[in-house]
């Protein structure tokens, strides 16, 4: 009989477990309808590509997404009557058009979802009954317009430029979140570690669609696939 697979084996265990005690918790908009703080501190977080920046308010601190070139000691305001400048937080329908957004919320009121990567920023391209936005995909999405985005883009634009030059460098930065590395294909494998191994070729060997009812162990490949390959 074979061994359980990894995808079985994951959950438990240290390798399984990301040092979340380091991060720098939830980088949202502040929950008042009107804000006006200053930063006081500029941090890494573990958890993230981007660093964060810890704001100082009227209702106590907050956690942001810094901006490219945010610094301590600078005012940002949020909410009704915040002006059109970067690292301020506004109502996605008071923003020009061309002006380049981050950390987007989906619904009012849900603190930031989309654009929040290093180096990330939306544009805004047109307003409406919603407002259309140009993600970093490229793809357009339209937002209620009272939806909030911070002017500007997420800072460490520069982060994927240096090489990782090492395998035990990539381990380190994979260790720190909560990510499974290396990757090891199953046909690299041998046939009792998964049922794609065997030591006879790089090829699965066997069809590569699994039934949606398929057992723990076997359910690998295409799941439950309609159709695969390249689309004619």
Known sequence: MGKRIIPRRRGRGRRYKAADNRFKGDARHPRSKS???????????????????????????????????????????????????????????????????YNIEMKPGDGGKLARAAGNAAIVVSHGKKTIVRLPSKAQKSFDNMCRATIGSVAGSGRGEKPIAKAGKNFYRNRARPKIWPKV????????????????????????????????????????????????
């Open 35 to 101: 804000s006006s703080g200053k930063v006081v501190e500029l941090l890494h977080d573990p958890g993230r590509t981007a660093p964060v920046a810890k704001v100082e308010d009227q209702d106590g601190t907050y956690t942001m997404i810094a901006h490219d070139g945010m610094h301590i000691g600078q005012e940002v305001a949020a909410g009704h009557g915040a002006e059109i400048s970067t690292g301020n937080t506004a109502y996605i329908g008071s923003i020009p058009e061309g002006t380049k957004v």
């Open 185 to 232: 294909r199953g046909v690299a494998m041998n046939a009792v570690d998964h049922p794609h191994g065997s030591g006879r070729k790089q090829t699965i060997g066997i069809n590569s669609t699994v039934s949606r009812n398929a057992p723990p162990g076997r359910k690998v490949g295409h799941i439950a696939a309609k159709r695969t390959g390249a689309k004619r």
